[in-house]
């Protein structure tokens, strides 16, 4: 993580906070109201783009860092993370057919948030092979292309039907490695990969950027929520330039932190993610909204401490594969 006189950047405490705001996507804390779910809906659309940007910065930041290394942990965290999951997999496994469960399990990334991980392995394969060809920012266009034609076949849909009375099908599906993950993971490698390295003295600057970013995306989201009444909210153009300035932003601040406390921050962030829904099927059972969220928040993060803790023992270190 870099330094700045005995600081680290936020980047490990963004991360920590966009993991409960993912809580906070799969619990609605605020369904009893149209406006201000609306509202927090808006603010979540950063969060999953954020960690695919800080995951690709990150990886391309180091000058030796090894794909097959990386990739094999983001693998051995999706096959865990599956086996673990099966007992809330028994109806879809017993009634799917393979081809539905190869699906499932090799490209729209299983249930449960594990999408990501998936997301993650297509996303790291085609920016890294694509590197091999093209340079940084001819890679990133490309990028950016596949998420305009993910907005177009999903959330931009009603409005080419409306307008040139063409009906679109979401072909491939939106929330995966190549339409979702790719795009930001590739951001992430530009701005690795830049002259700057991600880094500025201009807060000032950013924060204009990112101000006028949201209003960007809440004019989107107006757009095709209200006027073309879309169904699917999960690619947002106006999200891209939101995700650039949120992580130059974390890249940028500073906070005074211990350096294994940001590491144990980050490793937590990973499990809220990860294990939120071994709680939220029972506890919406009876609760829901900000009570949903607040004990959904607070059990994940209770659970993440004690396996970080446990998995410091020595009998217990395989538990590390858990995050």
């Known amino acids: 993580m870099e330094t700045e006189k005995g600081k680290i950047n936020c980047i490990d405490l963004l991360k920590l906070l966009m993991a409960i705001l993912v809580v906070g996507i799969h619990t609605e804390p605020f369904g009893f109201n149209m406006w201000l779910d609306r509202g927090f809906g808006i603010i979540t659309r950063l969060c999953v783009p954020f960690f695919f940007v800080t995951s690709g910065y990150f990886f391309w930041i180091k000058e030796k860092a090894h794909i097959n290394i990386y990739l094999r942990r983001l693998l051995m965290l999706y096959i865990i993370w599956s086996v673990v999951y099966i007992p809330f997999d028994v109806d879809f496994l017993s009634s799917a057919t393979p081809m539905e469960i190869i699906s499932r399990y090799l490209w729209f990334g299983n249930e449960h948030a594990l999408w990501y991980l998936c997301g993650s392995i297509i996303g790291f394969i085609i920016t890294y092979s694509l590197l091999k060809i093209f340079k940084p920012n001819i890679v990133l266009i490309i990028g950016i292309c596949f998420l305009v034609m993910g907005c177009i076949k999903s959330t931009w849909e009603p409005m080419f039907e409306h307008l040139l009375h063409v009906e679109l ?10 339409f979702y993950a790719f795009p930001y993971i590739s951001l992430g490698m530009a701005i690795a990969k830049s002259k700057n390295k991600g880094k500025t003295k201009n807060i000032k600057l ?14 989107e989201s107006l757009l095709f929520v209200m006027v073309f009444h879309t169904t699917s909210t999960i690619l947002w153009l106006s999200v891209f330039p939101c995700s650039y300035f949120v992580f130059l932003l974390g890249n940028n601040i500073y906070v005074k932190i211990k350096k294994e406390n940001s590491v144990t921050l980050r490793k937590i962030s990973t499990l809220v993610y990860v294990s939120q829904y071994l709680f939220i099927p029972f506890y919406k059972n009876y609760v829901d909204n900000i009570v949903l969220f607040t004990i959904t928040t607070l059990t994940t993060i209770i659970f993440s401490i004690i396996i970080i803790n446990l998995s410091n023992l020595r009998k217990m270190k395989f538990l590390k594969h858990l995050y």
């Open 169 to 178: 099908n979401d072909i491939l599906g939106s929330r995966n490695g190549l």
């Open 206 to 219: 950013l924060v204009s950027c990112l101000i006028i970013s949201l209003f960007m995306l809440v004019v």
